[in-house]
Nanobody, 118 residues
Framework: QVQLVESGGGLVQPGGSLSLSCAASGDIFSRYAMGWYRQAPGNQRELVASINNSGSTNYADSVKGRFTISRDNAKRTVYLQMNSLKPEDTAVYYC????????????WGQGTQVTVSS
């Protein structure tokens, strides 16, 4: 089992920055790919960024050039640095841990609210 706890959300003005953290426990962290997803009310949950256990990253087109995902295996933590925030980025952001070759092995955090508003 993997337990995930997100932190770092809050209210920020357009153009501002936030850094999210996801702390993992319960299993060998380095064996998991990690991702950040977001969901606004009435919308589908969508991938924001992911990073696998080799360090390869993937970003949604809407956040390329603005967001950066990283991981620190020693700290068992995944980060999402968000710059140049837009109102459209407002959502609950969720952390996900998954095994790419075992699709049923899949864990989610509780989410953290990000609100971008003037």
């Amino acid at each position: 089992q993997v337990q995930l706890v997100e932190s770092g959300g809050g209210l920020v003005q357009p153009g501002g920055s936030l850094s999210l953290s996801c702390a993992a426990s319960g299993d060998i962290f380095s064996r998991y790919a990690m991702g950040w997803y977001r969901q606004a009310p009435g919308n589908q949950r969508e991938l924001v960024a992911s990073i696998n256990n080799s360090g390869s990253t993937n970003y949604a087109d809407s956040v390329k050039g603005r967001f950066t995902i990283s991981r620190d295996n020693a700290k068992r933590t995944v980060y999402l640095q968000m710059n140049s925030l837009k109102p459209e980025d407002t959502a609950v952001y969720y952390c996900r841990a998954f095994r790419v070759l075992y699709t049923e092995i899949n864990y989610w955090g509780q989410g953290t609210q990000v609100t971008v508003s003037s």
